[in-house]
């Protein structure tokens, strides 16, 4: 399995602000994901992040409200944009083994 | 997105008691994960299973791959109070490594 950290590992933002979560794998990994966790739900997939292309959203989310970066093979971005108390969630970020997933501890993000 | 049909949503049991919680999907997958999640914490990877069929074991835990490739169960033996938390199910198809989670079982154990 992968070492993976995340920062911040929480944060309280004012709305409108845009807040960028870091996540760094402690081994090169093809795939890496981002995932959405309401409050009190399931993991919702916002995106599949390959290095070196274009990420790829799930319905509902848009590259302009999460705009992410994927600059090589250990790291990845996911910014949040002009958020809304909507947006408090926790942000996961995952990377895909052989047949598995393995998830970073995530960033619980609350907008005021 | 699509979900997992996961139940319980939520158990509370004596300490001691074997739990058992099942997934349920309309689609087949090749995969089925169980992960568990502590507060403040990402979700831990307890078991993978890969054909159907599988019966596979973890320490006091034990979950299968049904043989439709639609559903999958995972148990507890003799819970213990560290085995609080949410329980979830994920399903893998063919789409890549997409998976798709149940809604998560809430387990509270009563010492």
């Known amino acids: 399995s992968a070492v993976i950290s995340q920062k911040p590992s929480r944060d309280i933002c004012q709305r409108g602000t845009s807040l960028t979560i870091q996540c760094q794998v402690d081994?090169?990994?093809?795939?890496m994901f981002w995932y959405r966790q309401q409050p009190g739900q399931s993991l919702t997939l916002i995106a599949t992040?390959?290095?070196?292309?274009?990420?790829?959203?799930e319905s509902g989310f848009v590259i302009d409200k999460f705009p992410i970066s994927r600059p090589n093979l250990t790291f990845s971005t996911l910014t949040v944009s002009n958020m809304s108390p909507e947006d408090s969630s926790i942000y996961l970020c995952?990377?895909?083994?052989?047949?598995?997933?393995?998830f970073g501890p995530g960033t619980r993000l609350t907008v005021l | 997105g699509q979900q997992l049909n996961q139940s319980p949503q939520s158990m509370f049991i004596q300490e001691g008691e074997d739990v058992s919680m099942n997934c349920t999907s309309s689609?087949?997958?090749?995969?089925w994960l169980w992960y568990k999640q502590e507060p403040g914490e990402g979700p831990v990877l307890l078991i993978a299973l890969y054909k159907a069929g599988e019966l596979t074991s973890n320490g006091r835990l034990t979950a299968q791959f049904g043989i439709t490739r639609k559903d999958s169960f995972l148990n507890i033996s003799a819970s213990i109070p560290s085995d609080v938390g949410i329980y979830f199910c994920a399903g893998q198809g063919n789409a890549g490594n997409m998976l798709t989670f149940g809604g998560g079982t809430r387990l509270m154990v009563k010492p």
């Open positions: 992040a390959n290095q070196g292309s274009e990420a790829t959203y």
């Open positions: 081994s090169q990994v093809t795939m």
């Open positions: 689609s087949i997958f090749n995969t």
């Open positions: 995952s990377v895909a083994g052989y047949n598995e997933q393995f």
